[in-house]
């Protein structure tokens, strides 16, 4: 009796603990069915427009994905960064991950446009980012997923987040778990997470340090595998070609499987970031080779943490407001 008594009183404060927290905590107040009745289609027109733009571009799956990851690191997902510069604020558009880089913007406002025709300031820019990423995931042959919605967009931005939260491709193992987890994330989500490069391109200047120079001695990375190494040197070279466009995952770029962990096991990631996961740690290590194996393990744990990620710290009720512009604040 006092056992379940005392189960009661824990059911309950764990109850009111999360009902408070609702504004702030992860999760808080985000369900898949939010726009059911005051939005309806909303779901369909996000499907529509990505998958036009994806007939268009392949390519675009990738971008609308990347954006959804580099708005939940900053601040969480709130459509910071989709904020142009004005006024006070400094668009994170210009930050060192994103220049030259972020892109799938103008599909965003595609999106917008559509569903501000249907149901006018009612879905949330910070939303539509999580269905792009989630219908951008399925077109290309990715695992399919419920998305909790109701996230309101922010009212500013922050260049300095997006510079220090996102993890930068020469960082280490260390500096990129430190990123995931004060996000709230885990190794498991690292490193499932890290699998959105099965698609996807990368510029040159992201990994030529790899090439040449890796620890400063005028040495190119050992992890690489040589003749892969030969390759990537001959259309990134020492100086020049920054811009210059490499399939993250070498084998189906434009296929959201398992290649990239095969790669990995292989010495041909890509970046020094994917490379690491095999290296640097056993944790790590045995995940990579675990989804390297099993495609159905790898969407499942993708699929959990792709949610996950997307309830980071998402701004709710009367936080945040309903932009009618993605790019500017009402
Ligand atoms: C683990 C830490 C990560 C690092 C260091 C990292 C770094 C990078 C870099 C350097 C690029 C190439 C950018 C360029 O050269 O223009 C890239 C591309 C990409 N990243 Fe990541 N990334 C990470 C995690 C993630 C996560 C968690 C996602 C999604 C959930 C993601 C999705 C993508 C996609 C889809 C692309 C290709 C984008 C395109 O083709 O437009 N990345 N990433
Ligand atoms: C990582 O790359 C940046 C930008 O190219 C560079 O400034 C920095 O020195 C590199 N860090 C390390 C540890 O190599
Ligand atoms: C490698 O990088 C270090 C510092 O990062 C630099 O001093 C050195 O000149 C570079 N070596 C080569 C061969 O580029």
Redesign the pocket.
């Known amino acids: 009796m006092a056992l379940s008594t005392v189960n009661f009183a824990v059911l309950l404060v764990l109850t009111l603990t999360s009902l408070c927290a609702g504004t702030s905590g992860p999760g808080a107040y985000l369900y898949p069915q939010f726009y059911q009745h005051s939005c309806p289609r909303a779901q369909d027109i996000v499907r529509s427009v990505v998958a036009k733009a994806v007939a268009k571009e392949t390519?675009m799956a990738?971008?609308l994905?990347?954006l959804?990851?580099h708005d939940c690191f900053v601040k969480g997902c709130d459509a910071s960064l989709l904020l142009d510069s004005s006024g006070s604020i400094v668009s994170e558009k210009g930050s060192n991950p994103n220049k030259n880089?972020a892109?799938g913007f103008e599909v965003i406002d595609e999106i917008k446009s559509a569903l501000e025709k249907e149901c006018p300031q009612t879905v949330s820019c910070a939303d539509i980012l999580a269905l792009a990423a989630r219908d951008s995931t399925v077109l290309v042959g990715g695992p399919n997923w419920e998305v909790p919605l109701g996230r309101r967009d922010s009212l500013s931005a922050s260049l300095s987040g997006s510079n220090n939260d996102i993890?930068?491709?020469n960082?280490t193992l260390q500096t990129?778990t430190t990123k995931f987890k004060r996000q709230g994330l885990d190794i498991v989500d690292?490193v499932a997470?890290?699998g959105?490069?099965t698609?996807?391109?990368?510029?040159c200047?992201?990994f030529r340090q790899r090439l040449y120079n890796q620890t400063g001695n005028g040495v190119a990375d050992s992890t690489l595998e040589e003749a892969y190494a030969w390759q990537l040197r001959s259309r990134c070279p020492r100086s020049g070609g920054d811009d210059n466009l490499f399939s993250?995952d070498r084998v189906t770029p434009t296929k959201f499987d398992n290649n990239y962990y095969k790669n990995v096991v292989a010495g041909k990631g890509l970046?020094n970031?994917d490379q690491v996961l095999l290296t640097q740690s056993l944790e790590t290590m045995a995940l990579v080779k675990q989804y390297a194996e099993n495609t159905d393990l790898f969407f499942d744990h993708f699929a959990k943490s792709?949610v996950k990620?997307g309830n980071t710290s998402p701004l709710t009720g009367a936080k945040g407001e309903i932009r009618k512009n993605c790019r500017k604040t009402n």
């Open positions: 390519r990738a971008s994905l990347r959804h990851f880089s892109r993890p930068a491709p960082n990129i690292l997470l890290s959105s490069h698609i996807g391109l990368s510029r200047t992201s993250l970046l970031s792709m990620m």
